[in-house]
């Protein structure tokens, strides 16, 4: 019950750290006046049954009536909310100081149990003229009655201390599950922002040496190059803005950067994107396709001088999307496992889809060099579920 202390009660001094207000005062009096409503009741109920069968067999009155076990636990409802209080601020650290002094407060309540019953026989009795009872075994100072009192009454005040802190402890729960929701939510958003950032400089590295190369031989052509890196800067800008773009548009922006890579290398490179009027109306995490591509230029075209053909290809299943880029590589060139481009989508991968989306990356057949993209299917994404960073699936 460590939680008790600032769980229930806004006034308890809090624990390490920013702890939210769990239960409010209101949401306190509620739930202990319904748990005292219920003791009051099984009280009544167990005790009527017992007076009623003692008179029919014996003709004596051993318990009070009801109306003075109703007055009884209305006198100790503010007395226990009191104690309640009391406890809260207490807490239960050190446990070699704390426990002692919250027994205390539990015997406390529980030995008032006793007076409480006496102090309601005597208000009934002026308030309503009923003679004061000269029965029954509470007037009669038996010290077993009392300590039967004080039991009950001990009883009645850990069970409640314990719901109270149950329903504390689950909501507690609950804030730090959200609370952790929220703080893996702005993590992911900071991480894919950080990718994000790594990948825009080094794309724009690799685009700003491809015009370089034309400036002095044909600078009309460089001219040319620039326009296009303008419209690709907008692209860049506008994706590295979302977390998710749709298919048709990342095929669009990777037709962008390859229009510049052809302008460079018409006599070798070739390249094929898969489109058409059955693209699917999916959405796939922005820049996701771009590095792969990038990886297929550079190391389509590193170490030889022979042609080099990129294909893009898309194959949509009701529960999987699959992405392909192939490109050829060099006769007899082992190609490798990949750089920051390939480290940089899964990271991505990593943080938008955990374990429901894989990037293989691998020799193919002939030479060629196969990256595979295994993500599911999202058919709809809206603005507000961006801070979390999970579309819908479909």
């Not at 003709?59 to 636990?73: A, D, K, N, T, Y």
């Not at 539990?106 to 009923?130: C, H, N, P, Q, T």
């Amino acid at each position: 019950m460590i939680a008790i202390p600032s769980a229930f009660w806004p006034n308890a001094a809090p624990l390490a750290g920013d702890e939210p207000q769990l239960l409010s005062r209101r949401t306190v009096l509620l739930l202990v006046s319904l748990f005292w409503a219920y003791v009051t009741l099984t009280d009544i109920v167990y005790h009527e049954a017992m007076r009623i069968e003692i008179a029919e067999m014996t003709g004596i009155m051993v318990f009070f009536p009801w109306e003075h076990r109703v007055l009884q636990h209305a006198l100790m409802l503010p007395l226990l909310l009191a104690c309640y209080s009391t406890a809260a601020r207490i807490g239960w650290r050190p446990a070699s100081r704390r426990v002692p002094q919250q027994i205390a407060l539990a015997l406390a309540f529980a030995l008032l149990m006793y007076w409480a019953m006496l102090v309601s026989d005597r208000l009934l009795s002026l308030l309503l003229g009923w003679p004061a009872q000269p029965f029954g075994v509470y007037t009669r100072g038996d010290w077993g009655v009392w300590v039967s009192s004080t039991v009950t009454g001990l009883l009645a005040y850990g069970f409640g201390l314990a719901f109270l802190t149950v329903v504390s402890t689950w909501r507690r729960y609950h804030v730090l599950k959200l609370r952790s929701s929220e703080l893996q939510r702005d993590w992911t958003g900071a991480r894919l922002a950080a990718l994000r950032a790594q990948l825009s400089p080094h794309t724009l590295f690799n685009i700003l040496h491809t015009i370089q190369a034309r400036i002095s031989g044909e600078p009309e052509v460089a001219e040319s190059l620039i326009a296009s890196l303008g419209d690709l800067l907008r692209g860049l800008l506008q994706a590295g803005e979302r977390d998710y773009a749709r298919l048709r548009d990342e095929l669009e922006f990777v037709g962008l950067y390859l229009g510049l890579q052809l302008g460079r290398f018409a006599d070798r490179l070739t390249v094929h994107v898969q489109k058409g009027a059955d693209l699917p109306a999916v959405w796939v995490p922005s820049l996701i396709l771009q590095p792969l591509v990038e990886n297929a230029v550079v190391h389509g075209l590193a170490d030889h001088s022979g042609p080099v053909r990129i294909d893009i290809s898309w194959d949509l299943s009701p529960y999987r999307l699959q992405l392909k880029v192939v490109n050829s590589v060099g006769p007899g060139r082992a190609p490798g496992a990949g750089g920051f481009g390939l480290r940089n989508v899964r990271e991505r991968l990593a943080v938008q889809f955990g374990g429901r989306a894989v990037l293989s990356a691998g020799p193919g057949e002939g030479s060629t060099w196969v990256a595979t993209l295994h993500l599911p299917v999202l058919r709809e994404w809206h603005p507000e579920a961006a801070a979390a960073n999970v579309p819908e699936p479909s």
